[in-house]
């Protein structure tokens, strides 16, 4: 053992210094590791913390309206939602006429975005030319960068009169005597009122199913329509029998997203309206919506009851929107599981 | 084999619908900038940019409107911005299975197309009527809660873009997730953050209905952010309604500025991505 001694004070000389620069060196690791341990349990919880608050602004959002709203459904009840009446002076209010003209100008403005959107999703996935496709798949989504007081201010100044002139008397007296459409197309043609809001509407929620359908459109495996195409069907027919039904849910998601953004829509139909607080039978009348009610009268309101009438109607929008985005969130949700499976 | 040409028939006319809608839908585009060409150029001089906005029946300029609008829509993004980024961030990178970062997703994109003149309400009711009186600030803060979803939205969309190999081998030298998320992930995502960022931007700055009765609007000079502001889309909203030749012109200037900026600020948002993709 007398030669392993010096051996083991060798080995032990060594081992001391390491020991001890490698237990420094630990310490130092152990308190960089902590420390990254803090601000990565910090980071997470900031992050997530964030994630929490969007959900808290939407609580936010939906509180504050009912809360400002309880005055005016305490006094008019239920019947606040059928009420055609709206007026500051006896204070007697009534969402019916906002609610409705909401609902006809978005009908109007999905009878016609929603066909001409789906053509062009058909021709930007289909029929255009590669080179062509970005450029004019740009051209469309920069319809919906316009901000929505341009047009209002186009389709007061531009739109309405050249409606009023051209398409308006043309409808009358096409329309006259055909039994439906003569009320819907009845009265004078100010330019100004439900058709044109919806014409507008129309065009503003076109980008948007327009981009979703050409979206969900390219969801569709190639091998699918190649198999149609090659028992010798049309691209027609490969549309109408492969790509639609396949895309049904996410069509019906797109539509809807329009739809919801067209019922929020509230400076472009504010201009063109007409803000007239009655339900009529003929689309060229004017009336208003609940948005364009909100925007013209809200700064305006004297009184609490009529503020809280105002923030109920902010909440019957609120509450339409969301049901009609969440059913939209839940088409498109439908669809990409589809397409990831 | 009789059917062949009503089919060929059939198709020609439904594919030459699809053609006609693509034009009438293009259509609208170069209508509505040729008319803001038409009617707002001439009105765009110096003037707009250095003078304050006139009373009735005289000339002037937009330089409060547009000196407000940028003050509101800087602080908006500076406080939607990071909130909506950190959001973001948590639903690509940490939740990315959890339940919560599902029903933040969710309401996220229904957030995302609210429409903007309830935020405005709730603006009103949570900062205006407490505070007795309109200002800048709850304008700013009306903005703010529309940049988050905007913001939120790409966040989570590029950063799912950075490829994971990446984030492992960010790992596999030791470092921690906080730091593999920001010293990686948003550098690699950088273009894309950008992105987020002047989307926002652009969707706020033409923002109208949020201010109406959050800043209200000024006739005057102010950077006071406690009292009534002044904003470009509220100033077009208030002059084009106006009877008066003067008003209607500065109107469709504004109107004008605020597109171009607008659609400039998307063109360039587009492009960064198409690059961030192609990476």
Redesign the interface.
Known sequence: MTYGSPKDASMSEIAIPEINSSTQATRARIEVTRGFAVSDGLFRRLTQGAAVFVLVLLGGVIVSLIQGSIPAFEKFGLGFFTTEVWNPVTEKFGAGAAIYGTVVTSLIAMAIAVPIGLGIAVFLTELCPISLRRPIGIAIELLAGIPSIIYGIWGLFVFAPFLQQYIQPWLISIFGSVPIFSTLFSGAPYGIGMLTAGLILAIMVLPFVTAISRDVFETVPPMLKESAYGIGCTTWEVIKNVVIPYTRVGVIGGVMLGLGRALGETMAVTFVIGNAHKISASLLAPGTTISATIANEFTEAVGDLYTSSLIALGLILFIITFIVLAFARLMLLRLEQKAAR | MSFYPA??R??AL??S??????L???C??F??LA??FW?GFDGLSLAVFTEMTPPPGSAGGLLNAIVGSLIMTVIGVAVGA??????G???A???RHEK??L??R??????L???????G??I???VVAPMGHFSGIAGALALA?LV??VV?RTTEDMLNLVPNTLREAGAALGM????V??RIGYRAARAGLVTGVLLAV?RV?????PL??TA?NNQFWSTNLNGEMSSL?AV??QF??SPYKEWQQL??TG?LI??LA??AM??TA?ALTARAIKR
């Not at chain 2, 619908?17 to 693509?22: A, P």
């Not at chain 2, 197309?113 to 935020?119: H, N, T």
């Open positions: 089919r060929r059939r198709n439904w594919m619908l699809s053609v006609v809608s693509t009438v839908g293009l609208w585009l209508l509505i008319v803001l009617e990071p909130l909506g980024l950190l959001a961030t948590y639903l990178e940490y939740g919560l970062a029903v933040v969710f309401i996220n994109d229904i957030l197309s609210a429409p903007s003149i309830v935020v309400l709730f009103y009711q949570v809660v988050v979803p939120l921690p997730r906080s730091l998320i920001r652009a700055s033409g923002e109208t209905a109406l009765f209200l889309p077009i909203f084009a309604l109107a469709w109107a605020i597109t607008v659609l998307s063109v587009r």
